[in-house]
Structure formats: C-alpha cells, structure tokens
T-cell receptor
Framework: EADIYQTPRYLVIGTGKKITLECSQTMGHDKMYWYQQDPGMELHLIHYSYGVNSTEKGDLSSESTVSRIRTEHFPLTLESARPSHTSQYLC??????????????FGQGTRLTVV | AQSVTQLDSHVSVSEGTPVLLRCNYS??????LFWYVQHPNKGLQLLLKYTSAATLVKGINGFEAEFKKSETSFHLTKPSAHMSDAAEYFC??????????????FGAGTRLAVHP
C-alpha cells in the first residue's frame, strides 16, 4: 500500500470559489506530480516538482497553481473554480535521482465537480 | 519524443479466457515501460515494469508483458481472466535517460470488461 494521500476524495463546489486539493506522501520522495483525468480518458500532467521550492507546469495547460514548501506536501490550488475545472485530479510521487526505472505511486484521487 | 499508443480503447473477454491488451511505444532511448491498473474510484496501481533486465516481465495478479524491441511493443497478457480484472489499464513510458527528468507518459487507456 502506497503512502500517498489525497483529500478530499470528492468535492462539489460553486463557481468562483477558491479551492485547495491536498496531497501528502510519507515516503520521502522528491518528485511529485499532479495529473488531470477526465472520465474514461488518459492522464494529463499539469504540474510537477523536483523537490522543495521547485515547481513546473506540465504538458497540459492548467489554471491551477501548486506549491512545494515541504517535501511531503504538494497542494494544488484553483483561485476561482469554473465548471470547466470539473475533473479527477491525481497526485503521484516518485523517488529522486535520474533513474527512469522507478515507478510512481498514486493517491486515490480527488473528484472535483464545479457547479 | 516519447509516446505511447494503446491500440484498443475497450476489450471484452469472458471469465477464464485469455486477456491481451496491446501497447506500442515510441522512444528515442532505451525505454522504461510500465503497466498500471485503475479500478473504479481508486488510484493507479503498478502491475509490472520493464527495465531492460528481462524481456518477459511478470507482474501481480498473474499478469505479464513482453518487451519486443523490433515491434516497439509491450503487450499485457493474462492466461485466464477473472471478474476482478475488470478495470482501466494504462501503458506508460518513462521519458528520458538516467540523469534526466524522466516524466511518465501515459497511453489513453484500455477498459477491460470481463463477462461471466
């Protein structure tokens, strides 16, 4: 069982609200990722981090922002939620170093609905 | 650039029959390849990974995959499907070489249905 946790699991929120999706891992991994996944679709990388104070935008443009103040914590924030943000958000982590063979561990996801 | 193509968006089998989920990749490097499974309302779980040690890779729950460089394929198989195998399966390639960033690039997924 991977030690990576996302909260909340489900969130329904009104348009214009600010929200933060939480992701924490206890494995000491330096690399962390946020993916966006629409139902039945592939995962798209929206943010990633090499380590503390390092964040980069992913392949899919997103209006969300992230921060990495602590190794174990990688929250994602939407300043003003819109219905187009409705999706599932998956957080993952991976060991540091340049080894391409290491697998990523995933949280259970947050399913966000903006009404 | 690396990419992954899963050739079937949906696969339907009967319980007890073999499973074949097809994956082709494109990579400039010697790739690292993974198969992940996602059950409904669950996170992704690693089934197996190829890391160049052996071309036939065995994973959890009776799944295995064979790396074929000449065909740029990494198909996932299981001799006998079980009802609990019904899920979404993702083929993934790791982008880059040792020392690089190594992003994970996902295929579009294959939804496996298992019928009694």
């Amino acid at each position: 069982e991977a030690d990576i946790y996302q909260t909340p699991r489900y969130l329904v929120i009104g348009t214009g609200k600010k929200i933060t999706l939480e992701c924490s891992q206890t494995m000491g991994h330096d690399k962390m990722y946020w993916y966006q996944q629409d139902p039945g679709m592939e995962l798209h990388l929206i943010h990633y981090s090499y380590g503390v104070n390092s964040t980069e935008k992913g392949d899919l443009s997103s209006e969300s922002t992230v921060s990495r103040i602590r190794t174990e914590h990688f929250p994602l924030t939407l300043e003003s939620a819109r219905p187009s943000h409705t999706s599932q958000y998956l957080c993952a982590s991976r060991t540091a170093g340049g080894d391409p063979n290491t697998e990523a561990f995933f949280g259970q996801g947050t399913r966000l609905t903006v009404v | 650039a690396q990419s992954v193509t899963q050739l079937d968006s949906h696969v339907s089998v009967s319980e007890g029959t073999p499973v074949l989920l097809r994956c082709n990749y494109s990579s400039s490097y010697s790739p690292s390849l993974f198969w992940y499974v996602q059950h409904p309302n669950k996170g992704l779980q690693l089934l197996l990974k190829y890391t160049s040690a052996a071309t036939l890779v065995k994973g959890i729950n009776g799944f295995e995959a064979e790396f074929k460089k000449s065909e740029t394929s990494f198909h996932l198989t299981k001799p006998s499907a079980h009802m609990s195998d019904a899920a979404e399966y993702f083929c993934v390639v790791s982008d880059g070489v040792s020392g690089g960033y190594n992003k994970l690039i996902f295929g579009a997924g294959t939804r496996l249905a298992v019928h009694p």
